[in-house]
């Protein structure tokens, strides 16, 4: 399928176009909506009585280990010692390596 650049331009317009009534239409109309207000309150209510917060507590402690090695790989890093990040905690410097960290 090939488009000429008119053609190109003209499906860009169209889509800029749109996204702009889309977006128009949302803010003028849809969000002043008594129905969508409730809606989406109760979306939102859902969302988080369904375990947000144990969720993201539980990425957190998953991932504990990797956000601390990492931190403490960027204060050697920022003082110029990676060396010695090196020599010091080589378990967590190869940790960087698997997890891609560090190339």
Same mark, same amino acid.
């Given at each position: 399928? *090939?488009? #000429?650049?008119?053609?190109?331009? +003209? =499906?860009? #317009?169209?889509?800029?176009?749109? +996204?702009? +009534? @889309?977006?128009?239409?949302?803010? @003028?109309?849809? &969000? !002043?909506? @008594?129905?969508? &207000?409730?809606?989406? +309150?109760?979306?939102?209510? %859902?969302?988080?009585? !369904?375990?947000?917060? @144990?969720?993201?507590?539980?990425?957190? !402690? /998953?991932?504990?280990?990797?956000?601390? #090695?990492?931190?403490?790989? /960027?204060?050697?890093?920022? %003082?110029?010692?990676? *060396? =010695?990040?090196?020599?010091?905690?080589? *378990? &967590?410097?190869?940790?960087?390596?698997?997890?891609? =960290?560090? /190339?």
């Amino acid at each position: 399928m *090939d488009l #000429t650049a008119d053609q190109i331009a +003209r =499906v860009l #317009t169209n889509y800029k176009n749109k +996204r702009e +009534r @889309e977006n128009k239409y949302y803010h @003028e109309v849809t &969000k !002043n909506k @008594e129905e969508f &207000k409730i809606k989406n +309150r109760e979306r939102a209510k %859902n969302h988080y009585q !369904n375990g947000y917060k @144990e969720k993201k507590k539980e990425k957190y !402690n /998953n991932n504990k280990d990797f956000l601390k #090695t990492k931190s403490l790989f /960027n204060y050697y890093k920022k %003082n110029d010692k990676i *060396d =010695v990040f090196k020599s010091k905690h080589e *378990d &967590k410097y190869k940790m960087l390596l698997e997890k891609g =960290v560090i /190339n």
